[in-house]
C-alpha cells in the first residue's frame, strides 16, 4: 500500500467514531478502531489526566477501540457491543507486522479477556471480527458501569 493509500486510510478510520470526552470522561458511543499507536498514546493521556472511559449501552467499539478495555479507569455497559480480531498490518511483508500488532493490541486487555481473544480464533488475521457484549467482557475482567 503505497504512503497516500496508508495516510487517506487512517484519517477515514480516525473519523469513523462517534465519542464524547468530557472534563472526567470518555463516553465511547460508535468507535470503528484506527491506528493502533494512536490509540495507545491517546489511552496513555486518558491514563495521565485521570479520566474515567465509558463504553455505554449500545455503543459500538471495534478493533482498536476495544484497547480502551486496558485503560486505568475504565467501564463497559451491559449492552454495548465490541468487535475483536486480529491487527490489519499496513507494513511489509504483512502477517509479522500483523502478529506483532495483534500481541501488542491484546496487551491492553485484562488476563481472562486476553485468552478468551486467542483460544477463541479472534486474533487470527483473517477473522472480520467476533463480538462480545458488555456483559460478556465483564465476566472477564472489565468493571461494568455503574447504573444511572
Not at 460508535?30 to 499507536?37: K, L, M, Q, S
Not at 486505568?72 to 491487527?87: M, R
Not at 502478529?99 to 481473544?117: C, I, N, Q, S, V
Request: charged share 20%.
Amino acid at each position: 500500500m503505497n504512503k497516500l493509500a496508508f495516510i487517506f486510510l487512517s484519517v477515514a478510520l480516525s473519523a469513523c467514531s462517534i465519542n464524547s470526552e468530557g472534563r472526567d470522561a470518555l463516553y465511547v458511543g460508535y468507535d470503528e478502531g484506527g491506528v493502533i499507536h494512536n490509540r495507545a498514546a491517546q489511552i496513555d493521556r486518558l491514563n495521565a489526566q485521570g479520566k474515567q472511559v465509558v463504553i455505554g449501552n449500545g455503543a459500538v467499539c471495534i478493533s482498536a477501540c476495544t484497547m480502551y478495555l486496558g485503560a486505568e479507569n475504565v467501564c463497559v455497559k451491559p449492552n454495548a457491543y465490541l468487535g475483536f480480531h486480529g491487527a490489519i498490518s499496513f507494513g511489509e511483508p504483512g502477517v509479522k507486522d500483523g502478529e506483532y500488532w495483534t500481541d501488542y493490541m491484546a496487551d491492553y486487555y485484562p488476563p481472562a479477556l486476553r485468552d478468551w481473544f486467542y483460544r477463541s480464533g479472534a486474533s487470527d488475521l483473517k477473522v472480520v471480527w467476533m463480538g462480545l457484549s458488555g456483559r460478556q467482557v465483564a465476566k472477564m475482567g472489565v468493571p461494568l458501569c455503574d447504573e444511572d
